[in-house]
C-alpha cells in the first residue's frame, strides 16, 4: 500500500504544542523527531546500535525536529492534508515559535518504512585485517577478511566499544589458535571474526537461547559453521578440555568469576581476552588476573571501556 508522507519541520520547542494541535484536529498517529532524545537514547543503548553509521547519526542533529504524517493515497489523504496545511499556515500567523515550520511531501510504501531502519547500519574496516558488514551489504575490502553480521538479531553487532577492542586483540592471538572459545557469545561476531583470521576450532558459549541462535546464524552465513560450535551454557562449563585462547566480552564481575575457572579450561601459557570492563571495577580484574595465575600482559582503553589481555602460568 502506498501513503503520503508529511514531514513538518520545525523546532524542539514547537514539537509539542504543535502535535496538540494536529490531535485537535484528528491526527493522533504520527511519529515525534526530537534530535535531543534521539541522539540521547544512542549513547545510553550504544551496546544496542554497534553498526549505527556515524555520519549518518550526526545528520540526525542538522536534519532538526520534525513531525510525520501517513495519510493514504487518495480523496481522504488529500482532505487530511488540506487539514494539516490549513492548520500550519494558522499556526505560523499566530506565534512566532511556528514561524520557521515548513512542510514536505513524498510517496512511500509499507516495504520503504520495513527497511528503512537498515540505512543506519554500514560496513567499516577495523583494525589491520578486518571488515564488518552487515548481511544485506556486500563486496569485500582488499586485503581484508569479511566478517558478516545481522544487526536485525540484536546481541550486538561490531562497532561497541568492547567488541572493537576484543575483535582488535582476536587479530593477534586468534591466527596460532587450535581452540578459541568465546564466552558470552552474543552475536557470533567474535567467534566467527577469530575462525576467519585463522583459529582452527572455536567454541561459543552464551547462557541465552537466542544468542545460541544468533551465534548459529553468524556461523551459517560466514561460512564457518564447520570449525564453529555454538552451546547455550553458563561461562566455561561445556569447555571439556584446555583451549589456548578465551575471549569474554562480557562484565568485570562475571570475568573474575571465568578467572577462577582457568586452571581448567586455560592451556598454560593460553591467553584470556576479557573486556566489558569499566574503570571503576578494574581493579577487581586485575586482582582476579593476579590470584588465579593469569599474567596482566597489557590493558587497553576505548571509550569509558578496557580490555585486558592476560596469559596463563
Known sequence: MQWTELTIHTNEEALEPLTAMLEGIGVTDCVVTDPRETIAFLKENADQWDLVDEELVSSVNSDGASIKIYVPLGEEGEELSGRVSALIDEAKASDTLFSDITVSSETVS??????????????????????????????????????????????????????RLALLALERFAPDAEVLADIGS???????????????????????????????????????????????????DKITSPVDVIAANIFAGTICKLSEQTDKVLSRGGYLIATGIIEDSADDVRSAFDKNGIELLYEQKMGDWLLFVGQKK
Not at 537498515?118 to 563486496?139: A, M, N, S, T
Open 186 to 236: 552474543g552475536s557470533g561476531i567474535l567467534s566467527a571474526a577469530a575462525a576467519k583470521l585463522g583459529a582452527k576450532k572455536v567454541i561459543a558459549i552464551d547462557i541465552d537461547p537466542q544468542a545460541v541462535e544468533a551465534s548459529e546464524r553468524c556461523a551459517e552465513i560466514n561460512g564457518v559453521s564447520d570449525r564453529m560450535t555454538v552451546y547455550c551454557g553458563d561461562l566455561a
Open 110 to 163: 509499507d516495504e520503504d518504512w520495513e527497511f528503512n531502519w537498515k540505512d543506519y547500519f554500514k560496513g567499516f574496516e577495523l583494525g589491520e585485517r578486518l571488515y564488518i558488514r552487515p548481511v544485506w551489504e556486500e563486496g569485500d575490502r582488499e586485503g581484508r577478511i569479511t566478517v558478516i553480521t545481522d544487526p536485525g538479531l540484536g546481541f550486538g553487532s561490531g562497532m561497541h566499544e568492547t567488541t
